[in-house]
C-alpha cells in the first residue's frame, strides 16, 4: 500500500471541531462516498452505519451497481453496521426504498444526517436533499462541485487504495480494468480528458471504481481471485473473492 508520512490520523479530529453529530453514511464501495465519509470523520462527525442499495439495473440512475460484495467487506474492514438492500434500481421508485432505508436509520440510532458522494450529479444530489428535508434531517454532500483532479489528488495523497472497476468511454480501453488511481493515472487522465473529453473523475459514467483501502479503514481488502470481462467498447473488473488484512 502506497504511505504517506503526512496522512491525517482518521481518529484524531481538531480540537476546535467537537461536533459528534450521528450520521449514516451511503455507501456504494466507490472512491466519492468513501471519501465523503472520511471527510466527514475528519470533520469529527461519528459515523453509525452504512447504507448500501444494490440494484438489479445496472443502469440504475441513483446507485453504483459492480462489485457490490465489496461493500460488506468495507464495513468489517471499517467496524461501521452495514445496512444492505437489494432493489431492482427502478427510476424513481428506488428513491421510495432509499427513503425507506434511511427512515430506518433514523429510528435505530437517532441520526442527525446522511453523507453522500455526490460531485456533481444535480440529479442524484438533489433527489437525497429532498428526502433528508422530508425526514428532517442533514443532507451532508462534503465533495459537492470540488474539483475533479484535486479530489483525486486529495484521495491518493489520503492513501486510499482505488482501483478502476469499469470503464465505458472511447480512450479507456481493456488495460484500464483493475488498474490502480495513483499520480501517474490521473496524469493519463488528464491527458484524456483534454484528448477525449473523458472527465476526470468518472462524472459521466467514463468509469467507476472500487476501494480497497481509505485511512479509516483499520484493515485493507485484499483481492483474492478477480476477472475481467470486455465487451467491444466497456469493460468491467470484477473481485470475485478476497480477505481482509491488518494494516
Keep these: ?59 440504475s440512475y441513483m446507485f453504483h451497481s459492480i462489485n457490490m460484495n465489496l461493500v460488506k467487506d468495507i464495513s468489517k474492514a471499517c467496524d461501521i453496521p452495514l445496512c444492505f438492500y437489494p432493489t431492482k434500481g427502478i427510476k424513481e421508485e428506488e428513491l421510495n ?29 438533489s433527489r437525497i436533499d429532498n428526502i433528508c428535508k422530508e425526514l428532517e434531517i442533514e443532507s451532508l454532500t462534503p465533495l459537492w462541485q470540488k474539483d475533479p483532479e484535486t479530489l483525486l489528488k486529495e484521495m491518493v495523497e489520503c492513501g486510499m487504495d482505488i482501483r478502476i472497476a469499469a470503464v465505458a468511454a472511447d480512450g479507456l480501453d481493456e488495460s484500464y480494468l483493475g488498474e490502480k488511481i495513483d499520480p501517474e493515472m490521473i496524469e493519463k487522465l488528464k491527458y484524456l480528458n483534454k484528448k477525449k473529453y473523458v472527465h476526470i473523475a468518472g462524472e459521466g459514467g467514463e468509469y467507476e471504481t472500487a476501494v480497497l483501502d481509505a485511512p479509516f479503514f483499520k484493515k485493507r481488502i485484499v483481492p483474492i481471485s478477480f476477472k475481467k470481462e470486455w465487451n467491444g467498447n466497456r469493460g468491467f473488473f470484477y473481485i470475485e473473492e478476497t480477505k481482509l488484512e491488518n494494516k
Design 1 to 59: 500500500m502506497q504511505t504517506n508520512s503526512n496522512k491525517t490520523n482518521p481518529n484524531k479530529t481538531n480540537s476546535n471541531k467537537t461536533n459528534k453529530k450521528k450520521i449514516t453514511a451511503l455507501i456504494s464501495g466507490g472512491k466519492d462516498s468513501v471519501f465523503a465519509a472520511y471527510k466527514l470523520i475528519q470533520k469529527g462527525y461519528s459515523i453509525c452505519s452504512f447504507v448500501c442499495l444494490a440494484p438489479e439495473n445496472k443502469e
Design 97 to 125: 426504498e432509499l427513503k425507506a432505508a434511511i427512515e430506518i436509520q433514523k429510528e435505530k440510532y437517532k441520526i442527525d444526517g446522511v453523507s453522500s458522494g455526490a460531485v456533481e450529479s444535480v440529479y442524484q444530489k
